[in-house]
């Protein structure tokens, strides 16, 4: 054998190990690639040229409010999009993953019309996950008020987070961002450790009541030198939070860097190990850390590598689909599908997918009991699931 043969051997044995290495990492969870389609449903486009809309909220059966991530409101009535955005938001920091980002009802809407919000504000320099809120008189914002602003300060625009999850009828969660990819820093070191630091929302699930204000009862509330708001830490970008109705369980989903993003099941004063325990990898290769699992640390329930780049979250409860009662749906922006995750306990024990060959950025439920999708593009649709 000649000794180029030997090395071109040699060469794509280590190309092999490394690409293996890359994408399947040892650890307590095997990652979740390609799953079984799931069947029983078609999409139905419901309405186009949104720019990139980023969530929605349902106020009425033929009603819904629609943020799009270049700073506008969006109202869809009757089964049409008005041409004119709704007025009333506050200037809002745009470009890159910055804009403006969730929008969701208070749960006594119908009593006070307040909606609420997540956005970016600042600039490119300086720029924070933002909250606020609004009366909603059916075509209008009045009073719009800033109640919380996520610490420190950043530059950048990457990792808001920014998905608000009602789990009172006074207080919801609020996911924030580690603050961008390596390079990006802090401090004179790199920003995504702010994770890790308890005197920092970023990488954090923070517990606010309805004023932006830290929950009394939160884990970690009287304790020196810690940010009260604090549910849980050791996150990277969470852009999908859920609660079941049934059983008060919340989840979440979670981008990783190359591979490695996660589903997890979510508790109070946790720590989900970002970046120090991870399945992920560098952009340019190397694992981020040599751990996947470690004492005191919550294991993910999935893995998804390849990654998903996973978006919405919700659970389905509606009488369209009785064979998906209680099922988690995760929407995914890099893998195009919304993946069906059966749960039993805490534990995913099925996952189908739904490809929809789109970047789908938000899954909620309509009163109607579809399924709705919103797609991430310049022209992004508002998409139906219908059974077929």
């Keep these: 054998m000649s000794n180029l043969k030997t090395l071109n051997i040699i060469y794509s044995?280590?190309?092999?190990?490394?690409?293996?290495?890359?994408?399947?990492?040892d650890g307590p969870v095997q990652p979740s690639g390609d799953v079984p389609?799931?069947?029983?449903w078609d999409i139905e486009i419901v309405v186009d040229n949104l720019e990139h809309p980023w969530s929605m909220a349902w106020v009425a059966e033929d009603l819904a409010l629609i943020t799009e991530r270049p700073g506008r409101l969006r109202i869809f009535r009757d089964g049409t999009l008005q041409s004119e955005p709704v007025d009333g938001l506050p200037e809002i920091h745009k470009g890159g993953q910055s804009g403006l980002l969730d929008v969701t009802l208070h749960p006594d809407f119908n009593d006070n019309r307040l909606v609420?919000?997540?956005?970016?504000?600042?600039?490119?320099?300086?720029?924070?996950t933002t909250v606020g809120r609004a009366m909603f008189d059916g075509q209008k914002l009045q009073n719009f008020e800033e109640i919380f602003r996520a610490e420190p300060d950043k530059s950048g625009n990457q990792h808001f987070g920014s998905r608000i999850l009602w789990i009172t009828n006074s207080s919801f969660l609020l996911s924030v961002g580690d603050g961008?990819?390596?390079?990006q820093s802090l401090d004179g070191e790199l920003i995504?450790?702010?994770a890790q630091k308890m005197d920092s929302h970023l990488g954090k699930i923070l517990h606010l009541y309805e004023n932006g204000k830290p929950v009394t009862s939160n884990p970690f509330f009287d304790q020196y030198d810690v940010l009260p708001e604090i549910w849980t830490l050791g996150h990277r970008n969470i852009q999908g939070l859920a609660i079941d109705s049934l059983t008060g369980n919340v989840w979440a989903n979670e981008h990783g860097s190359r591979g490695g993003d996660e589903l997890n099941h979510i508790l109070p004063g946790k720590n989900y190990g970002w970046p120090e325990v991870t399945y992920s990898r560098e952009y340019y290769g190397p694992r981020i850390s040599s751990r996947t699992t470690a004492p005191g640390i919550e294991d993910p329930k999935v893995v998804w590598t390849?990654?998903?780049?996973?978006?919405?979250?919700?659970?389905?409860?509606?009488?369209k689909f009785p064979e998906w009662e209680g099922n988690l749906f995760s929407?995914?922006?890099r893998g195009q599908q919304v993946r069906r995750l059966v749960i039993h306990g805490n534990e995913v024990v099925g996952e189908e997918a739904l490809t929809i060959d789109r970047r789908v950025r938000d899954v909620s439920v309509g009163p109607d009991g579809f399924l709705y999708l919103l797609t991430d593009e310049n022209n992004g649709a508002l998409i139906r699931i219908i059974p077929n």
């Excluded at 609420?116 to 924070?128: C, H, I, K, L, V």
């Excluded at 961008?180 to 390079?183: L, T, V």
């Design 116 to 128: 609420y919000f997540s956005y970016a504000s600042g600039n490119e320099d300086t720029n924070r």
């Design 192 to 194: 995504r450790k702010q």
């Design 13 to 25: 044995i280590l190309t092999m190990s490394l690409f293996t290495g890359c994408f399947m990492p």
């Design 306 to 319: 390849p990654a998903q780049a996973p978006s919405g979250l919700v659970f389905y409860y509606g009488d």
């Design 331 to 333: 929407g995914g922006l």
């Design 180 to 183: 961008g990819n390596r390079p």
């Design 37 to 40: 389609e799931s069947s029983g």
